[in-house]
């Protein structure tokens, strides 16, 4: 989205969607100061931790499904389209003829 008025373009997502690599607590304290809603699931060991440490360990962190659901949809087309050996090694040397693969790659995968 471009910017209204002068100055940098906006570069701050409003939501991150992330897998289990992610859920550390210094990632998610990062997101947190700089108020970027995100939905990440945390890993198993966290969630033990968490619980062996009692009312002490605080709290799990907020975790919507259904968000997560629509991620898996965007990675299993990233791995799709990572089938087609001049996307995935990218061997365009421009912007706009890399982009104008992945739109036909997307286009016959559609139909």
Known sequence: MPRPGPGRPRVRPDHILGDKAYSSKAIRGWLRRRNIRHTIPERFDQVRNRLRRGSQGGRPPAFD???????????????????????ATR??????????AVTLASLLMWA
């Open 65 to 87: 499904k259904q968000d997560y659901r629509r991620r898996n949809v965007v990675e299993r087309c990233f791995n799709r389209l990572k089938q087609w050996r001049g996307i």
């Open 91 to 100: 061997y365009d040397k421009t912007a706009e003829s890399y982009q104008a």
